[in-house]
């Protein structure tokens, strides 16, 4: 019992931050799965949606304020698939990548210069930001709430993709990309839906995220942002019960880490988890597996 | 134009750039940011051309150099800390367990091979997998590195999260030139050589290229090891050219900069490489910084926008530009030559309709 | 014409999951023989060159080349259970022999390729000197440092001769992908005969060739074989091809040889005609 409350708010942090990582790794996920694209942006739109949030609460309030960072949120992320994404979509893979890495690259700069590289402080929310008990460990509201959205949301998600038609589009698409042009699918709205999806969910992350961090740096979106993807590879790129699972693991094993004092070496074990599986099983724990023709 | 004709052409150019470069630092004074670029340019010329002749030459994208200069930096740095300094520069760790110091020449390659070795052990594993996967993994080891490095138990070697200071420096800039210059012509040689025409083989098909008899393993180790090492030399470089250096500075923000100095200079293109990382820098560090004054004002009227961060908000808009627009970037696949702009001459004299610059791939 | 053993595929079995694409092969190729494998589309041929030319690791069986065992396997781990070909046991308890495509060019078997892989961003010449990296004596030191100049100018000596005798100089310092398709195939075949290779694989070479250039490419075989001294083994589709140049036929059905025999004895075979469904008006 005593090992059993030290370690509960490690535990439940790590749910938590699992939950937080899920939403991002989704976007990662389904990106991937249909444009084979490492979209290095998106942990960047993530931070710029901690941005948004933090200016406009200073001008309105924040039940107006929520809303209006996740439209502009999705905004962004559609805009930036249809500036640097689209005019490259028949161009070797390598530079699709490059031109995520430029996009990553200029948001971060923006944001250096409107917030002039100082952390800003991220607005607290009512409600979810109470303390409660719970087992006897005192935690943020926020900690209880982020995995049970989570779920809601995956399962919203799955519905989507199983019962609609949008859904089913996008799952042509992730299979056989040219095919699925020449069955009648308009490609470049399944596309930009799949963005407008995956930031919505990035923007809710980073409503959950923020609020357990004192402020938002321009780089502050960099590394959940790697971890949420190596979450993705983790569970199986393309998959989207697989990415949250993945995030699970991630956030659960690196809060533990921290909580037995080797705080330098979160980020690293993400990093060591990544580079095991990619060795061990390259197509992740869902993921199926793909042959080269000759 | 003869093999040997354009030997002596390249020697007589890089002579006449080197008394260029001394003349330069004879007449003018030596806070002229014209250092600062120069100084940079050369060490970031030569990453990107060992970051080229990986992603460029062999095709494997690899995102880990930064990883790889931090390796070259620490060794270099720790290897040559002056024995009266270690006290002061160690001093959480009671001056540090390594009590030699070795010359400058030898530091450096000392780091190159650090780099490699590592290369070498991570390169068995990573290099079976395919290019965005490869870009990931590499990535990632480049961030566990930096963690190692940060890590307090290892405090006696690498002063853990302290700056490691008071290692030599170079003051000329002359000295930055005449290492990257003999790396990168090392390199260049490398690619003109049947290993090289054997990377290229392995990018342009693998498959072909493995029924080509060329082992695929081997030969990405070698490229990915080779490349490794003088990112590792270049790190070292660019510890003298700090004059501190920290296991924070190495993030992976870095290898982009550097992923972008390729791309703008063509991705394939030494030369290229070369001019994008001396214009990337002076616009950085130089010509751009005007953006950044705050109260800038063109004949009475106030340029609004205008403050710290600008630069590179123009910067990072202009290099999307490039990347959307001009994919082939300065030099596309081709090298800037004697013999290319000879024949560009030539051609532009005779009247005959000219082709695009540039000169064969030998 | 000795009957000396060149290649001997030995009750190889290829299965993806639960799908036989090889069903337990046998055959031979003799020194200096034409061999050619048929059978229609998805008849599992590429897949045999595969296993043959080490891109692939068979689930069962093993491939001798003049003599020595090459490549060798048995049903493993997943397969184990999954197998459903035959002669399970027969290499059980042996050493798996799994050697990568290139170790496979360098004993002397080269291959082309169904869809035309070149070295895309290279010259003709160069497509035919990186060939020539395979017979290197020097190692990454004195290639870097020119210490290899013999050796470099018997490379660039050869390819310049190979490339004449393919009628290819006048393309010499063209990128590779500007060639016509039929001489993109020519260069394709050059570049294997550049490893010097003793038995040649050649996959589909007339896929997508008029009747003209057809023919041209049998001349073409015929004459690499005699000039070059190679046993040839290859996969077509075009029967007048087939029958012209062919001193043995063996025919794949459903991953299972169902036929062997010379020209005549092929065209002849019901099984065979039935297989094709009529493909035999094709000559």
Not at chain 2, 314 to 336: C, H
Not at chain 3, 149 to 175: F, I, N, T
Not at chain 3, 235 to 260: C, N, Q, T, W
Request: net charge positive.
């Amino acid at each position: 019992m005593d090992w059993m409350s030290r370690n509960l708010p490690y535990l439940m942090a790590g749910i938590s931050v699992g939950g937080q990582y899920a939403l991002i790794a989704i976007g990662y996920t389904m990106v991937y799965g249909i444009l084979r694209l490492i979209n290095f942006a998106h942990g960047d739109i993530f931070m710029v949606a901690g941005l948004i949030m933090v200016y406009s609460t200073t001008v309105m309030p924040i039940y107006i304020a929520i809303p209006l960072m996740i439209v502009v949120t999705v905004i962004l992320g559609f805009l930036v698939e249809r500036a640097a994404y689209k005019p490259l979509r028949s161009a070797p893979r390598m530079s699709i990548m490059i031109s995520a890495i430029g996009v990553s690259y200029l948001l971060q700069n923006l944001a250096l210069y409107v917030t002039g590289g100082l952390s800003q402080q991220y607005p607290a929310i009512p409600w979810i930001n109470d303390t409660v008990t719970v087992f006897g460990a005192t935690t943020k509201r926020v900690t209880i709430i982020t995995p049970i959205l989570t779920i809601v949301l995956v399962l919203l998600l799955v519905t989507l993709i199983k019962r609609t038609k949008i859904g089913m589009a996008m799952r042509a698409a992730s299979r056989d990309f040219e095919t699925s042009q020449l069955m009648g699918i308009k490609i470049n709205s399944v596309i930009s839906f799949t963005f407008i999806i995956g930031t919505f969910l990035a923007a809710i992350g980073s409503l959950l995220f923020f609020t357990n961090y004192t402020g938002v740096t321009p780089t502050a979106g960099a590394m959940p942002g790697l971890k949420a993807f190596v979450a993705a590879v983790f569970g199986g790129i393309g998959s989207i019960p697989g990415a949250v699972i993945g995030a699970f693991i991630i956030g659960i094993c690196e809060n533990i880490i921290k909580g037995l004092g080797w705080t330098t070496f979160s980020d690293a074990f993400t990093f060591a988890l990544l580079i095991v599986i990619l060795i061990a099983k390259p197509t992740g724990l869902f993921g199926e597996k793909v042959t080269d023709k000759v | 134009m003869s093999t040997k004709k354009k030997n002596a052409w390249n020697v007589g150019l890089i002579a006449a750039l080197l008394i260029l470069l001394f003349l330069l630092e004879q007449t003018l004074p030596s806070s002229s940011m014209l250092f600062t670029v120069l100084k940079k340019g050369a060490i970031y010329a030569l990453v990107a051309v060992s970051m080229n002749l990986l992603n460029g030459f062999t095709g494997l994208f690899s995102l880990g150099q930064a990883g790889f200069m931090l390796l070259g930096a620490y060794t270099y740095a720790i290897l040559t800390i002056p024995m009266e300094s270690r006290n002061s520069v160690y001093q959480y760790f009671d001056g540090g367990i390594i009590q030699f110091t070795l010359p400058i020449p030898v530091a450096l390659i000392a780091g190159g091979i650090a780099a490699a070795v590592f290369a070498y052990l991570i390169g068995l594993p990573v290099l079976r997998l395919k290019s965005d996967y490869l870009a990931i993994a590499t990535l990632g080891f480049a961030e566990i590195i930096r963690a190692v490095f940060q890590w307090d138990k290892l405090g006696p070697v690498t002063n853990g999260s302290n700056l490691l200071r008071n290692f030599p420096s170079f003051r000329s800039v002359v000295f930055p030139f005449v290492v990257a210059g003999i790396c990168i012509a090392l390199i260049v040689m490398l690619i003109n050589s049947t290993y090289g025409r054997a990377f290229k083989a392995i990018r342009d098909d693998e498959i072909a290229a493995e029924a080509m008899g060329i082992n695929l393993a081997h030969h990405k180790r070698l490229a990915f090891v080779i490349s490794s090492f003088f990112a590792g030399i270049s790190g070292g470089l660019l510890a003298m050219y700090q004059t501190t250096i920290q296991a924070s500075m190495f993030k992976s923000a870095m290898t982009y900069e550097i992923l972008l100095i390729v791309v703008i200079g063509g991705i394939g293109s030494v030369t290229g490489s070369c001019i994008s990382s001396f214009l990337f820098i002076a616009c950085s560090e130089w010509w751009l910084r005007f953006l950044d004054n705050e109260n800038l004002y063109i004949g009475g009227f106030h340029v609004p926008f205008l403050r710290p961060g600008f630069r590179k908000v123009v910067f990072a808009v202009v290099i999307m530009a490039v990347v959307l627009f001009y994919r082939q970037g300065i030099m596309g696949t081709k090298e800037f030559s004697v013999e290319g702009i000879a024949d560009f001459f030539k051609r532009k004299f005779s009247g005959k309709k000219e082709k695009k610059g540039g000169v064969s791939h030998e | 014409m000795s009957k000396e053993n060149v290649l001997k595929v030995e009750n190889v079995t290829m299965q993806f999951g639960g799908v036989i694409a090889v069903d337990n092969m046998n055959l031979e190729v003799d020194k200096g023989e034409i061999v050619s494998l048929i059978g229609p589309n998805g008849a599992g041929k590429t897949t045999a060159f595969n296993v043959i030319t080490g891109v692939y690791a068979p689930t069962n069986g093993a491939v001798y080349y003049k003599g020595n065992k090459i490549i060798q396997n048995y049903p493993q781990g997943k397969m184990k259970k999954l197998y459903r070909g035959e002669n399970p046991m027969t290499y059980t308890g042996q050493h798996a022999v799994a050697p990568t495509p290139d170790k496979i060019t360098r004993l002397g078997i080269a291959r082309t390729f169904q869809n035309i892989r070149l070295f895309k961003s290279q010259t003709v010449f160069e497509n035919i000197l990186i060939a020539k990296h395979m017979l290197r004596t020097s190692n990454i030191f004195t290639a870097t440092f020119r210490l290899n100049g013999k050796e470099e100018a018997r490379m660039r000596r050869e390819s310049e001769e190979l490339l004449h005798l393919m009628e290819l100089d006048d393309v010499r310092d063209e990128l590779a992908t500007s060639l016509p398709y039929g001489k993109q195939r020519h260069l394709e075949i050059a570049r294997a005969l550049a490893t010097k290779p003793e038995l040649l694989l050649l996959d589909e070479p007339a896929a997508g060739m008029n009747p003209q250039e057809t023919l041209e490419l049998t001349q073409f075989i015929g004459r690499i074989r005699d000039e070059f001294g190679l046993t040839i083994f290859m996969i077509e589709h075009h029967m007048d091809l087939v029958m012209e140049i062919s001193d043995r036929i063996y025919v794949l059905d459903f991953g299972k040889p169902i036929a062997e025999g010379t020209p005549e004895e092929i065209r002849n075979n019901p099984r065979v005609i039935e297989a094709y469904l009529g493909g035999a008006q094709n000559e």
